[in-house]
């Protein structure tokens, strides 16, 4: 579905209330503007029901992005009705110390059934691998993150996206150029990292170079490195197309943070935000937990899009309208019960740490 204002671009993810789709939700999902939805625990009761919703989903929309944070960890959506306890990421570097080569299978394994698990109920893409380093004095990262050194993190989130990609499943590598210097949670802070580009670019940033033909996508950080840009990195033009589209030659789809998150607020409006960081060279921007309010926000901002492109103040990008389409999964899933038995699941259960 296209507007009639021009070419079609759908850089909005958004999010639903509840377990079903209600008139609203139907409504959003349908706009020319929308290209992806995130769910969250409270969308979810069991496999039959999340199934359910996801096809209703995409018998509205086809090309609908259907999006989770789904790590392993505390970070994990679903945890039950059969889905796996997957590690957190720490965990993973903690069997790098002890066996490296192991270590990348295990986390082979863990990508592969977290995306198997996820696509058979019919979810596109989880926001994984987290490529932060563990600097140690971010709460908001912590276990999140694979190990300290570059290296490792490389090594250990590109064995996860193998399996990922075994599973027919895109990833996506966050928070950019990395968020586990800070202590502050851009959740509800405006975390400040006063490092120069340099040390950046050689210690933190690091994987994103390394993984720059592995990529599908990257989230950016609601971070300021005011040595850089003035702006959080995900509203920054200099860090999303001059340092990680330009120097290290990431091709793939970005996606902003979410624009409710208190790091987002230095932008102004939900609106100026979102206009913020497409300008600056997101293909999409996530609003998250709105619809819990009745969902005005999203409204407004589906709406202010479309002003602000009978305007002439945004213009759509055929370019990430093709980004964001290349990270829908190209087979069909393979259902639950079929998937219990294939031999690959049952060997990746049984190496995960």
């Not at 300021?224 to 330009?246: N, Q, T």
Request: proline fraction near 5%.
């Amino acid at each position: 579905m296209t507007s009639d204002l021009g070419p079609g671009h759908a850089p909005v993810v958004l999010d639903i209330a509840g377990t079903r789709l209600n008139a609203d939700d139907r409504r959003r999902l349908g706009h020319p503007l929308t290209g992806g939805l995130i769910l969250f625990a409270r969308n979810w009761v069991d496999r039959a029901q999340l199934t359910a919703l996801t096809a209703e989903i995409k018998a509205i929309r086809p090309d609908l992005l259907i999006c989770v944070d789904h790590e392993g960890g505390r970070v994990q959506r679903f945890r039950s009705d059969g889905f796996t306890h997957l590690p957190a990421m720490q965990v993973l570097g903690e069997a790098w110390m002890r066996d490296a080569l192991a270590a990348t299978d295990a986390a082979t394994a863990a990508g592969y059934v977290l995306g198997a698990e996820l696509r058979a109920c019919g979810v596109d893409l989880s926001f994984t691998p987290v490529l932060d380093l563990a600097h140690g004095g971010s709460s908001v990262i912590g276990d999140r993150a694979f190990h300290r050194d570059a290296r490792v993190v490389t090594m250990l989130a590109k064995s996860l996206m193998h399996g990922l990609l075994l599973a027919g499943m895109a990833n996506c590598g966050k928070h950019f150029p990395g968020h586990g210097f800070v202590a502050a949670d851009s959740h509800v802070a405006v975390p400040v990292d006063k490092r120069s580009l340099q040390r950046i670019l050689a210690d933190d940033a690091r994987p994103y170079g390394w993984l720059s033909t592995s990529l599908a996508s990257v989230m950016p950080a609601h971070v300021i490195y005011p040595k850089v840009d003035a702006m959080p990195a995900g509203f920054s033009e200099r860090w999303l197309k001059h340092i990680l589209r330009g120097e290290l030659g990431f091709q793939g789809a970005i996606f902003s943070d979410d624009l409710s998150m208190e790091g987002a607020k230095v932008a102004g409006s939900t609106l100026d935000g979102a206009l913020a960081a497409l300008h600056a060279g997101c293909d999409m921007v996530l609003l998250c937990n709105q619809s819990l309010a009745g969902g005005q926000a999203v409204d407004a901002l589906l709406d202010g899009l479309l002003a602000s492109q009978a305007a002439g103040q945004w213009q759509p990008d055929a370019d990430s309208e093709a980004r964001r389409l290349d990270l829908l999964p190209l087979a069909p899933p393979l259902p639950w019960d079929e998937l219990m038995h294939q031999p690959a699941y049952q060997h990746a259960l049984e190496i995960l740490p």
